[in-house]
């Protein structure tokens, strides 16, 4: 039987993508064959008897691909401590278990994609890959040709500079404006983070593409799986 690292087992059977299983390896969550594991090196089979969180898992047989058009007031994650609404619980119907590719902040709305495929995920989050994703985002105040020089050259956010990206204002009023912004990094809230360093604070927020896979006309809350095509598509990347 093919041996695999615990953590892409641990995606295979879609209990969460291999970066969140490596945290759960090391939160000491992880069981195989009764013991607790905390190390990355660990290899497993189908044979083995592998536990998160005292549930025995199995690798899933139906990959499933799914793009959901994301509310605000919703966790991006499988389950929340604090007992908020999570992704999961829009997507009615679903029968496999699936976890969010990457993540949306709390009040960001638009496309996130769920699956049980950790290899799919990886390859959309890995950052050596640099898989675009573009957002609307409303800001306060219209930026001028120098902060959106330098939005685009990278930025210095807390102890990272990000990488280069793209800034084009599509719709401005005296006050506001909309602008569509695309990176292909995944840290946490680096948009909001990104808009608030060039002093215009982020009043709204949406990612309506990832790649070429865009959300469309799919209703705020709702959910389809995606074409084959889509799904090679974004492998392609």
């Known amino acids: 039987m093919e041996l695999v690292r615990l953590q892409k087992y641990i995606a295979d059977c879609g209990v969460a993508s291999r970066r969140k299983a490596e945290e759960l390896i090391k939160q000491a969550r992880v069981k195989v064959n009764g013991t607790v594991v905390t190390e990355m090196g660990i290899k497993v089979s189908d044979a083995d008897l592998v536990e998160v969180d005292g549930k025995i898992i199995k690798p899933e047989n139906k990959k499933v691909y799914i793009l959901l058009n994301k509310p605000p007031g919703y966790v991006t994650t499988v389950k929340d401590q604090f007992g908020r609404p999570t992704v999961i619980d829009l997507l009615k119907g679903v029968k496999e278990r699936v976890f969010p590719v990457g993540r949306l902040d709390y009040e960001t709305t638009g496309l996130l994609i769920l699956t049980n495929d950790g290899d799919f995920a990886y390859r959309m989050t890995h950052p050596k890959h640099k898989v675009e994703k573009t957002y609307l985002a409303t800001i306060a105040g219209i930026p001028t040709g120098e902060e959106i020089s330098r939005f685009e050259k990278g930025l210095r ?29 995944g840290r946490n809230r680096q948009v909001r983070k990104m808009c608030e360093a060039i002093g215009h604070p982020v009043l709204s927020l949406k990612r309506i593409s990832i790649g070429k896979l865009s959300i469309g006309n799919l209703a705020e809350g709702d959910w389809r799986e995606l074409t084959q095509d889509e799904v090679k598509s974004l492998l392609s990347l």
């Open 157 to 185: 956010i807390e102890d990272y500079i990000t990488a280069p990206a793209k800034f084009k204002i599509v719709a401005k009023n005296k006050q506001n404006c909309v602008a569509e912004i695309t990176i292909h990094e």
